[in-house]
């Protein structure tokens, strides 16, 4: 076993580093979390560097790297700010779908857009009354053929970045009759903006540097030439999707945590209570040992599942393990941090107060920490009667 990475992956970490560290001020974050205004000048910066599209072939524009990469990319840009860092790193949301399982024709259309930062994009899944149950009932939101046309109608519900995307994807019903329902699941790329196609901003808790958005579909036109893949394979290729945002989430969690920790250890080295570093208190640095158990516990499980998807070896256990302990150990961690920076640590100039409202996002998204337990136990005890 090798638990050392490669001076390449080292190089990109430490240029994610350089760049987010020149970037995303203090100031700068300060400003777009108080506007709710998404990075777009420095997005377009890290496109220009390669590090949005790390993951996608040098022919659309990317950098040719895997999942291993990426991860070091979102935990770097995570590390320094939340909010931005997923604002940047999320904004090709849903365009893997296409690289995976689109046409020649979608690939060469679409991905050379987001991969030279012309187009942000999004992924609709998620749909107001079934949350992460994709299984048990027809989708609302359903796709009718139309001639060589699709006309869709319905609505999804916390969609990364819908009202400021030029494509993105939908997961629509397209066989309403067809038992289970996910067998009749399609995906179809939609371009933006268009008649029938509405988007809502929602307020939220933390992630204030893009939006989420209420999506409603009235009677969308779309060509027939925009199905990803085969119809009613659409469930198939989410899932697929799903292990590697899943991971993707974690990436982020761990970069949350790490900021965090961060921050705390500069506080305690800093800061004097009673004639003392507060570090040299054991009640403090005990705190700040089991926050950086949980940051390392998180980046190892974190890194092995990504060696999988790099590997043909995807784990959806080891995915769902990363995606929930990770973000369970990003919300303890800025928790503490809170906690050993005292009042300084609730004030938003302080970064952590952000930290700890970002963080609670990466135990919702992509799956609840009681999904991923349910997707941890069955995996472990198979079926049981």
């Not at 420095?42 to 072939?57: H, S, T």
């Not at 040992?289 to 060696?307: D, G, H, I, P």
């Not at 256990?317 to 369970?328: D, F, L, N, P, Q």
């Not at 050993?340 to 100039?349: A, K, N, Q, V």
């Amino acid at each position: 076993m090798d638990f050392e990475l490669s001076k390449e992956q080292l190089d990109i970490q430490q240029a994610v580093r350089e760049f987010v560290n020149t970037e995303l001020t203090k100031d700068y974050l300060l400003e777009i979390e108080r506007h709710h205004k998404f990075p777009w000048e420095v997005w377009k910066k890290a496109c220009e560097l390669g590090f949005v599209a790390i993951n996608f072939p040098e022919e659309y524009g990317g950098g040719g790297y895997g999942e291993l990469e990426k991860v070091l990319v979102i935990e770097e840009f995570c590390r320094q700010g939340a909010g931005a860092g997923t604002a940047i790193t999320t904004a090709n949301f849903g365009s893997k779908i296409i690289l995976n399982r689109g046409t020649k024709a979608q690939k060469e259309k679409y991905l050379p857009l987001m991969c030279k930062g012309e187009a942000t994009t999004f992924g609709a899944f998620t749909e107001p009354d079934r949350g992460s149950d994709l299984t048990t009932s027809p989708l609302t939101t359903n796709a009718v053929k139309q001639g060589n046309d699709y006309i869709i109608n319905g609505a999804k519900t916390f969609i990364t970045s819908a009202s400021i995307a030029k494509f993105g994807i939908v997961l629509c019903q397209t066989d309403p009759k067809v038992t289970p329902p996910y067998k009749g699941h399609s995906i179809i790329i939609i371009d933006c903006p268009a008649p029938g196609f509405e988007t809502s901003d929602w307020e939220k808790m933390g992630m204030n540097s893009f939006p989420s958005c209420q999506v409603s579909f009235n009677d969308l036109k779309v060509s027939g030439e925009n199905l990803i893949g085969e119809e009613n394979k659409g469930f198939y290729y989410a899932m697929e999707f799903l292990n590697e945002v899943r991971v993707d989430t974690a990436a982020g969690a761990v970069g949350i945590a790490q900021g965090a920790l961060d921050r705390a250890v500069d506080y305690a080295k800093n800061r004097e209570a009673f004639g003392h570093k507060i570090g040299t208190y054991q009640a403090i640095s005990h705190k700040l040992a089991e926050m950086a158990t949980k940051v390392e516990t998180s980046r190892l499980v974190v890194y092995k599942a990504a060696w999988g998807i790099d590997h043909n070896k995807i784990d959806p256990k080891i995915c769902s393990i990363a995606k929930w302990y990770a973000g369970r150990a990003a919300v303890e961690v800025a928790d503490e941090a809170i906690e050993i920076m005292g009042g300084h640590g609730y004030m938003l100039e302080n970064d952590v107060e952000r930290f700890y409202r970002d963080a609670k996002s990466t135990e919702l998204v992509e799956g609840t920490k009681e999904i991923h337990k349910n997707a941890i136990a069955g995996a472990l005890l198979g079926k049981l009667s």
